[in-house]
């Protein structure tokens, strides 16, 4: 099943959109399962589970850590995460830039942004956009990306286009006015199995997709 699923979700994605597969809860041979189709991008939410896995599953894959991050754990990851987008505070950036140091490499993250109705204490504010990226560009070992958020969890489409329609918007914003000429700013992470598609239309190009791969 996962193959077929894989291959339904991947022959509707657009070229420029990059499919992160979101593996939190399942097992190890489910992961080899998708491993095995060529997938190297898999997505985790929490540290020890990333770990554990990592640890157990062949080396090129590239991991994205996609879940609240603590500052005490970034230590544990900083050696090999490919791509960390939670990133929502000037403090928990700071850590992510020392862990890097400490492993002789740069640090790829994206900001999260909090734009969906659910509460949340997670995700900067829109508001807060300009002045935590300025914050963090002054931090050497690490590179911005781009942004991450979510949809409010609701059948109401358009709710849901209206959120990511201001994701792109920031998004936009911190382009044009901090990253102009920097290619490397260029990843916009929104979508999941239920909005996925209204995603893209509305410029993703990122999606992290867990349910409908493994059900
Ligand atoms: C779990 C999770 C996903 C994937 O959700 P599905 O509905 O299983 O596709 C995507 N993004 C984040 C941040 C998640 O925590």
Known sequence: MIKQNLEKIK??????????????F?????????????QRELAENRVQEMVTKYEALPKDINW???GHL????????APFVSLIH???SHELAQEINKQAIKN???????????????????GLKPDEAEIVCKQILELPNIEICGIM???????????????FKLLKDIFDNLKE????????FNTLSMGMSSDYKIAIEEGSNLVRVGSLVFE
């Open 70 to 77: 603590q500052t005490n754990k970034v230590k544990y990851i």
């Open 11 to 24: 022959q509707q994605l657009p070229s420029n959109v990059q499919l992160v597969v979101v593996s939190k």
């Open 86 to 88: 939670s990133v929502d």
């Open 177 to 184: 006015k901090y990253f102009n000429n920097k290619e490397n």
């Open 26 to 38: 399942r097992p190890i041979e489910q992961l080899l399962e998708v491993y095995e189709t060529g």
């Open 104 to 122: 002789n490499r740069t640090i790829p993250i994206l900001l999260q942004f909090h734009v969906a109705e659910e509460d949340s204490k997670f």
């Open 64 to 66: 994205h850590l996609i």
């Open 149 to 163: 958020g979510m949809a409010t969890f609701t059948d109401n489409e358009t709710q849901v286009r209206k959120e």
